[in-house]
């Protein structure tokens, strides 16, 4: 079935660190792809998103390529600050009615 | 414009009760899907409605059923609640039909604890 592989976490930078956060995925055809973020205590929020091949999402210095050949959809920031310290998840949908979601990726920035 | 609330905050039950869910989508809002999350896990999809009609359902047992009204607020009804069900519940709405490019707009969640 449908599916989203996340690295897993923890993951401790040093601000102005550099980040990737690998997500890949299991799907037959082409799906829309997201980057959720969760903040503590508070609910998901999207972060970016890409809805075919080859499409990069961006958003606060996060980014995005949809990758069809590794099906792949790998988050990268160049310099992290202590503010991105939450929890991101990668995720996947076809029709808009049923999302999948990964098991989610713990960012602690330190200072 | 206010966003997707949910209440209560927190619930504690016993095995074998039932226990009802809201959710208060933003105005204008068609579409409302619920996600279980389990401590350490992703969200996990129960099922979707869309003008007070289910939209799509995941893999969860007819014990998970809810209801969307006019005004936009939606519930979810669990029966014969088991100790797996200790979850965050997550709801979340959508403008219009929903569809794969829409953003869902999650509420903080309901965290559900059963003893």
């Known amino acids: 079935g449908d599916s989203v592989t996340q690295m897993e976490g923890p993951v401790t930078l040093s601000e102005e660190a550099f980040l990737t956060i690998n997500c890949t995925y299991t799907?037959?055809?082409?799906?829309?792809l997201f980057w959720y973020v969760q903040y503590p205590g508070e609910g998901l929020q999207l972060l970016l998103k890409?809805?075919?091949?080859?499409d990069k999402g961006s958003n606060k210095g996060f980014e995005a390529t949809y990758r069809k050949e590794t099906t792949s959809f790998h988050l990268e920031k160049g310099s992290v600050q202590v503010s991105d310290s939450a929890v991101y998840f990668c995720?996947?949908?076809?029709?808009?009615?049923?999302?999948?979601f990964g098991t989610g990726t713990s960012l602690t920035v330190i200072p | 414009e206010t966003g997707v609330t949910q209440s209560p905050t927190h619930l504690i039950k016993t095995r074998g009760q039932q226990v009802t869910l809201r959710c208060s989508s933003q105005?204008?809002?068609?579409?409302v899907s619920w996600y279980q999350q389990a401590l350490g896990q992703g969200p996990q999809f129960i099922f979707q409605?869309?003008?007070?009609?289910?939209?799509g359902r995941g893999n969860f047992p007819p014990r998970f059923s809810g209801l969307q009204f006019p005004n936009y607020s939606s519930e979810l009804n669990v029966n014969a609640l088991e100790l797996d069900d200790s979850a965050l519940y997550l709801c979340?709405?959508?403008?219009?039909?929903?569809?794969?490019?829409?953003?869902?707009?999650f509420g903080p969640g309901t965290r559900l604890t059963v003893l």
């Open positions: 979340a709405s959508t403008p219009g039909a929903g569809g794969p490019a829409n953003e869902q707009f």
């Open positions: 799907a037959t055809g082409y799906p829309s």
């Open positions: 890409a809805t075919k091949a080859d």
């Open positions: 995720a996947l949908t076809f029709t808009g009615n049923q999302f999948y």
């Open positions: 105005s204008g809002h068609n579409t």
């Open positions: 409605y869309y003008r007070e009609e289910e939209n």
